[in-house]
Nanobody, 125 residues
Framework: HLQLVESGGGLVQPGGSLTLSCAAS????????IAWFRQAPGKEREAVSC????????NYADSVKGRFTISRDNAKNTAYLQMNSLKPEDAAIYYC??????????????????WGQGTQVTVSS
């Protein structure tokens, strides 16, 4: 079934930008809503953003609104998270996740049964 692989993480200075990718394999990404979560050391995993299967609907955590943009290219079987104006508090392991549903519980971990392995984002001068 669907497998997800994140890439694009790295070290960036505060104020900088990164684009994360979530590539799907073994199946098509198209039917799934895709979310990005992050987990910092000692903290719980939290939802960052979500995009519906069609790409029409998106959601963002308040902490990233106006700075992050989620998108997807179903033809490339890939979803993205463009992160601008990065802050030290954005540093975390970022995970993409897939769900067969989309709705008001987009930010709940239990909505997602497919997860990638994560990619590290470090924001430091």
């Amino acid at each position: 079934h669907l497998q997800l692989v994140e890439s694009g993480g790295g070290l960036v200075q505060p104020g900088g930008s990164l684009t994360l990718s979530c590539a799907a394999s073994r199946s098509t990404l198209a039917p799934y809503s895709i979310a990005w979560f992050r987990q910092a050391p000692g903290k719980e995993r939290e939802a960052v953003s979500c995009i519906s299967s069609s790409g029409i609907n998106t959601n963002y955590a308040d902490s990233v609104k106006g700075r992050f943009t989620i998108s997807r290219d179903n033809a490339k079987n890939t979803a993205y998270l463009q992160m601008n104006s990065l802050k030290p508090e954005d540093a975390a392991i970022y995970y993409c996740a897939a769900s067969e549903s989309y709705g008001v519980y987009w930010n709940k971990l239990y909505e997602y049964n497919l997860w990638g392995q994560g990619t590290q984002v470090t924001v430091s001068s």
